[in-house]
């Protein structure tokens, strides 16, 4: 599978929401666990008990509602996700576990669903136990705000979120046997952004017939290429989640590897990733600009990704982006200090279109255009090593002066 999805064989739905899928509602609101007026618990709930599949942080400390997640997804199947942002709940003990519990039955009991069917997720201040009057409130205020419609989806979008700027959502349709089939996704991150799994919350809903152990693998192996590839600052956080759930109710024959639409299905579930991984890296804290490193020759594909990414979190090549300044060197050195296979004399580095280095020496090029070009809020970093056929594209941003002042005073 390559990292670059190419759109051939889905359509990408226009305004399509979390709740596009059919059997889905979702909904949100201000509970008071946040400081400000913004929505702060959301929840999404499928009509019937649905296909499920999730991975997590792989932080030794896991906040206590990935512990609950895990239990209720035993079995393969979810019906609901109930969510908070605010407060992560992590580090908080016995007493942490057992609100986290307690989130799940309150959902459960408002939404009217099997407790062990309803997964918890939450996101905010480390340390801190939840308000649980709070969240009571809010989760007995959910169901009349809850539905199909794109503002009840748009609720659901803010409440996830932290310190983002912007809600992450994408959609896309597949046929599959002649049926329709639809992918939708939204996600909040912004900082403490370098998954080896996932990537903060995100969740996924599908309306395929597909079976709980061919969803869980997708679901790896599209996170490989997307969620994984994607860093702002280099933390990766104890909440990280990414949930996916799909109802059925295309009515599809069941999607296997062995399925003639599988591929398309695939690329379709892959491409939503891929939108909302670039989404959190655009909208990583503080950032001017997408950055995006390409790396193409290395001895495999796991080699380029893992050269891709060292130079995405290199703080210097970060803050050369933020400057505009077409420091190359900061580049060749990210390079050769991720542990990789390079032949030294063989690199090449483009930014853009504008060749920097060639086989490993400097090449003149306009400054002038380098400038230009590094002031757009896109920039895409090419590194060809010419020593194999592996290639990989991470993604990232700058790093400014605005993220050290908002998570110098992140509780405050």
């Not at 990408?12 to 400000?36: D, Q, S, Y």
């Not at 990537?199 to 152990?213: H, K, P, Q, R, W």
Request: glycine share 10%; with cysteine.
């Amino acid at each position: 599978m390559g990292t670059n999805v190419e759109q051939q064989s889905f359509t990408v739905v226009e305004n399509g929401t979390i709740v596009t899928p059919g059997g889905f509602t979702a909904g949100g609101l201000h509970c008071g666990l946040k400081k400000t007026s913004r929505n702060d618990i959301g929840a999404i709930r499928c009509d019937v008990s649905a296909t499920a599949a999730a991975v997590y942080t792989t932080n030794v400390f896991q906040a206590a509602p990935l512990k609950v997640t895990r239990e209720s997804l035993s079995n393969g199947r979810l019906q609901a996700v109930i969510v908070n942002s605010g407060n992560a709940n992590a580090c908080t003990g016995q007493q942490g576990e057992e609100d986290a519990y307690a989130m799940r039955s309150a959902a459960a009991r408002e939404l009217g669903v099997a407790e062990e069917d309803v997964a918890v997720a939450s996101t905010g201040v480390i340390g801190e136990l939840l308000k649980m009057d709070a969240v009571h409130s809010g989760i007995t205020g959910l169901p009349v705000h809850m539905g199909k419609e794109s503002n009840e989806a748009e609720q659901f979008s803010q409440a996830i979120l932290t310190t983002d700027l912007v809600k992450k959502e994408a959609c896309v349709s597949v046929m599959v046997n002649g049926k329709t089939v639809t992918i939708a996704g939204a996600a909040k991150g912004s900082g403490m952004i370098h998954p080896n799994m996932a990537t903060m919350l995100a969740f996924m809903t599908s309306d395929a017939v597909i079976g709980a152990e061919a969803l869980q693998r997708l679901l790896r192996q599209a996170t490989n290429h997307t969620f994984n590839m994607i860093t702002v600052d280099g933390d990766t956080s104890t909440n990280d989640m990414l949930v996916a759930m799909s109802s059925g109710y295309a009515g599809n024959e069941e999607l296997t590897m062995e399925h003639p639409d599988w591929d398309a299905f695939a690329a379709g579930f892959t491409y939503v990733c891929q939108v909302l991984a670039k989404a959190i890296a655009r909208d990583g804290e503080g950032a001017t600009k997408l950055v995006e490193v390409e790396v193409t020759g290395a001895v495999s594909d796991e080699s380029a990704q893992a050269i891709a990414k060292t130079v995405i979190g290199s703080s210097l090549v970060k803050s050369a982006m933020f400057g505009a300044d077409a420091n190359w060197g900061r580049i060749i050195a990210a390079v050769g200090r991720a542990g990789q296979p390079v032949n030294p004399d063989t690199v090449d580095i483009r930014l853009g279109e504008i060749s920097v280095l060639a086989q490993s020496r400097p090449v003149v090029f306009d400054e002038e255009a380098a400038l230009a070009y590094l002031q757009t809020d896109t920039v895409r970093i090419v590194v060809d090593l010419h020593h194999g056929e592996g290639t990989a594209t991470a993604w990232g941003c700058d790093l400014t002066y605005d993220y050290v002042r908002i998570n110098a005073a992140y509780r405050t």
